[in-house]
């Protein structure tokens, strides 16, 4: 179905004079054009969508200049794609104009011919609690002092950094350190110091005897 200018200004809210104006400076060209006098352009569907798209970027501070030269760009280079602000989607800042592409993480300058990359923030958020839940979880570790086998746990600290180490069957002997191994040496010397003392308070009891 195609619709004629007395349709197509209520629908897309451009005037008569800006229609005429980009047919000739090609920015939207009817489907059909008049052939002469007594004749009407026609527009398709997909036309009312590429008028309504160019009637947001020039709502949004976009220069018919900036538009022209982005759409330039773009039949240019990627000649496949027949009517651009159809097909692509379109942002911008008032200033430059960019079109998504095929891949999520690019995102394409047209006015400059460049392209810059996109983050995706909800992803990026989610990846990083995710990261945070690995790093908060508890470690054990096997050590052995003096021929006895312990496990210890090492827990991170997420606001001072490093980490706070305890041992299961040994609840008295508790250390910290910089790092993994840091924490391991130094719960090591606590449970060399927790043995040597029960093993003085044995001697002790058994000299009262």
């Given at each position: 179905m195609e619709f004629g200018r007395k349709v197509v200004m209520p629908l897309t809210g451009i005037t008569r004079m800006q229609l005429e104006h980009w047919a000739k400076s090609g920015i939207v060209r009817p489907s059909r054009a008049g052939g002469g006098k007594g004749t009407r352009n026609e527009y398709s569907f997909r036309d009312l969508v590429q008028l309504r798209v160019a009637k947001k970027l020039r709502d949004e501070g976009v220069s018919l200049q900036k538009i022209r030269?982005?759409?330039?760009?773009?039949?240019?280079?990627?000649?496949?794609?027949?009517?651009?602000?159809?097909?692509?989607?379109?942002?911008?800042?008032?200033?430059?104009?960019?079109?998504?592409?095929?891949?999520?993480?690019?995102?394409?300058?047209?006015?400059?011919?460049?392209?810059?990359?996109?983050?995706?923030?909800?992803?990026?958020?989610?990846?990083?609690?995710?990261?945070?839940?690995?790093?908060?979880?508890?470690?054990?570790?096997?050590?052995?002092?003096?021929?006895?086998?312990?496990?210890?746990?090492?827990?991170?600290?997420?606001?001072?950094?490093?980490?706070?180490?305890?041992?299961?069957?040994?609840?008295?002997?508790?250390?910290q350190g910089e790092t993994e191994q840091e924490a391991i040496d130094n719960i090591i010397d606590a449970l060399e110091l927790s043995l040597s003392t029960e093993e003085e308070l044995k001697k002790r009891k058994a000299r009262a005897v």
């Open positions: 030269k982005s759409l330039a760009y773009l039949r240019k280079n990627f000649p496949e794609i027949e009517a651009p602000l159809a097909e692509l989607t379109f942002l911008t800042n008032g200033v430059d104009l960019f079109v998504l592409t095929a891949d999520t993480k690019l995102i394409l300058n047209t006015l400059r011919g460049q392209y810059v990359f996109s983050l995706a923030l909800g992803h990026l958020i989610e990846g990083l609690r995710g990261e945070l839940r690995k790093l908060s979880v508890p470690k054990e570790e096997k050590v052995k002092v003096r021929g006895r086998s312990f496990i210890v746990v090492l827990t991170p600290d997420l606001e001072e950094g490093g980490y706070a180490v305890t041992c299961k069957e040994i609840p008295a002997a508790i250390s």
